[in-house]
């Protein structure tokens, strides 16, 4: 299986959607980067291969530990690749107050890009991001 390179456009299409609907209900983010650092929320960001196929086509990934369990995107307190950021990035608020509702849409969305892959016969692979992304960088 390999990626089609209209895979780009949909995954983009997806999370534009999912961008509007959390918009719409509006959980909250101040941008602090405090997210970004796993462990302190006794959290793994999980992720699929289309969308650490789409970080690695449109951003260059560096040099990091996986076992840091801190996102190597994360410079200055702030997401150097929000555009590109996995679901589980975009779903995922500090503020707990919208946690049903949050996973309810992360669902969706999930549902969403596996489809993508599976119409595609993309390989699906859902695992911890930070391992997906240093075998890929290897």
Known sequence: MSQHPENNSNIKEIYKKLEAELASIDPGC?????????????HVLYASTIETDYIQK???????????NVCPFLVNNECSIREHR???????????????????????????????AIDNEVEWQYAPMMKMLKEKSN
């Open 58 to 68: 449109n951003v260059e990934i560096p040099s990091f530990n996986p076992d840091k």
């Open 30 to 42: 101040n941008a602090c980067g405090t997210c970004c650092h796993f462990d302190e929320f006794g």
């Open 86 to 116: 996995v679901l589980g990035c975009r779903v995922f608020f500090c503020n707990p107050d919208h946690k049903e509702t949050l996973q309810a849409i992360y669902e969706k969305y999930y549902t969403m890009i596996k489809d993508l």
